[in-house]
T-cell receptor, first 115, second 117 residues
């Protein structure tokens, strides 16, 4: 149980284009989810918190107009990186809050490369 | 503000040995949750074990157990009979008791664990 999918797993896009990353909870529903960014050999960096039906809350330094979050339902959230630049290249991970101890269940991540 | 410290950037042990990963945290909260997550080379984050601060008994999950010392604000992970598949980054994480529906995790920097055959 508690399976989360992310699509695509890898994406390469050209500078200036936009890319959408999809995150789904496959066998459970949850209200709250998170989007993270992870640099090589580093810990997770929280980008934003999203509750279904509400606007996402972005962490300081994360541009909400650049990283658009659409939390469409209790099982689907998308992150759109708009006008991507090489510095946006990273590993993006989503998670959903579920379970008796409010643990987070993670997607397998999306590696974004902007050329 | 809460902080989580993992003082061991990297550890290496032989297969079948026991290894302990350290984690300390700083908080003024009385109720909270602590987690250990594993991130193998596939980069899929996997929950290893969880501990509620109000529970005195240390959590165990098969070969994984914790030593939770609330007064010392310490939350170490012991892996017994280590296996090659345990090779991964291990992250310690803290969450305040979600009274206000704040489920954010505070993450440690991680410990890279290598199990040698």
């Amino acid at each position: 149980g508690a399976v989360v999918s992310q699509h695509p797993s890898r994406v390469i896009c050209k500078s200036g284009t936009s890319v959408k990353i999809e995150c789904r909870s496959l066998d459970f529903q949850a209200t709250t989810m998170f989007w993270y960014r992870q640099f090589p050999k580093k810990s997770l960096m929280l980008m934003a918190t999203s509750n279904e039906g509400s606007k996402a809350t972005y962490e300081q330094g994360v541009e909400k107009d650049k990283f658009l979050i659409n939390h469409a339902s209790l099982t689907l959230s998308t992150l759109t990186v708009t006008s991507a630049h090489p510095e946006d290249s990273s590993f993006y991970i989503c998670s959903w809050v579920a379970g008796s101890s409010y643990e987070q269940y993670f997607g397998p991540g999306t590696r974004l490369t902007v050329t | 503000a809460q902080t989580v410290t993992q003082s061991q950037p990297e550890m290496s042990v032989q297969e079948a040995e026991t290894v302990t990963l350290s984690c300390t945290y700083d908080t003024s909260e009385n109720n909270y949750y602590l987690f250990w997550y594993k991130q193998p080379p596939s980069r899929q984050m996997i929950l290893v074990i969880r501990q509620e601060a109000y529970k005195q008994q240390n959590a165990t999950e098969n070969r994984f157990s914790v030593n939770f010392q609330k007064a010392a604000k310490s939350f170490s992970l012991k892996i017994s009979d280590s296996q090659l598949g345990d090779t991964a980054m291990y992250f310690c994480a803290f969450m305040k008791s979600p009274m206000d529906s704040n489920y954010q995790l505070i993450w440690g920097a991680g410990t890279k664990l290598i199990i040698k055959p």
